[in-house]
């Protein structure tokens, strides 16, 4: 059974930086990216960002590029997501995913295992 465990939410003012974390509990052989995604109450699952394992090759949401960073510690089987330049709409429960496939990687669906979520609040 694979689990991913997001940890490192919380309340940061707008133009603040937050790191959150990812940690997998086991990774296969099949595992070839992983994704982070959010969902703001009402609203949609939403694309944020994508890694390759071997890092090659990333991929973001435009709401997002250039304020966020996502990276992996293959040592640690860890996903992280950078933040930086927080707005108030970044605001939203994120949830790290996992995937077999390399492509289409902006889908929920390509994800086959997904974390519970850390709720990000961007308020002052």
């Known amino acids: 059974q694979v689990q991913l465990v997001e940890s490192g939410g919380g309340l940061v003012q707008p133009g603040g930086s937050l790191r959150i974390s990812c940690a997998v509990s086991?990774?296969?052989?099949?595992?070839?990216?992983m994704g982070w995604f959010r969902q703001a109450p009402g609203k949609e699952r939403d694309f944020v960002a994508a890694?390759?394992?071997?890092?090659?090759?990333?991929r973001y949401a435009d709401s997002v590029k250039g304020r966020f960073t996502i990276s992996t510690d293959n040592a640690k089987n860890t996903v992280y997501l950078q933040m930086n330049s927080l707005k108030p709409e970044d605001t939203a429960v994120y949830y790290c995913?996992?995937?077999?496939?390399?492509?289409?990687?902006?889908?929920?669906?390509?994800?086959?295992?997904w974390g519970q979520g850390t709720q990000v609040t961007v308020s002052s």
């Open positions: 995913a996992s995937t077999d496939l390399s492509l289409l990687l902006y889908s929920t669906a390509t994800y086959n295992y």
């Open positions: 890694i390759t394992w071997s890092g090659s090759r990333t």
């Open positions: 086991r990774r296969t052989g099949q595992m070839a990216a």
